[in-house]
């Protein structure tokens, strides 16, 4: 993109160098996560439930940056288990666990009446 706008464009021209660069930092991430597919064993379920839990009150806040505390939360796994995840991959992860357990729930509720 052209930076050599002035007034107001050089400020468009700025938002839109930063909008490139996120999806340009999305996409080598999900490039990245597609050569590094992370298998879920039990034992890496385990941990990233524990430390999901573990950051309950700040999940919970209306300002927190959600995908930041992700990002935590796959370094801790990185670190601790020695696995190779990134903080979307344990969003995803822990958005399909719960949706599985909501479908779960509701069926158990179906059957008993």
Known sequence: MDD?????ENNNSTI???SELAI??????????????????????KLL???RLGKEEEFN???CRKMKLWKQ???????IGKYNVCGNDCYRKYRNLLQTYR???????????
């Not at 939360?73 to 670190?79: C, G, P, V």
């Open 73 to 79: 939360i796959a370094d801790q796994m990185n670190k």
């Open 24 to 45: 340009n930092e999305t996409h080598t991430e999900s490039q990245s996560n597609k050569e590094n597919l992370h298998c879920w064993t039990s034992s890496a379920v």
């Open 61 to 63: 806040k209306p300002v």
């Open 49 to 51: 439930l524990d430390l």
């Open 103 to 113: 479908q779960n729930k509701e069926k158990r509720l179906k059957r008993t009446g």
């Open 16 to 18: 839109h160098s930063q």
């Open 4 to 8: 050599t706008f002035e007034g107001n």
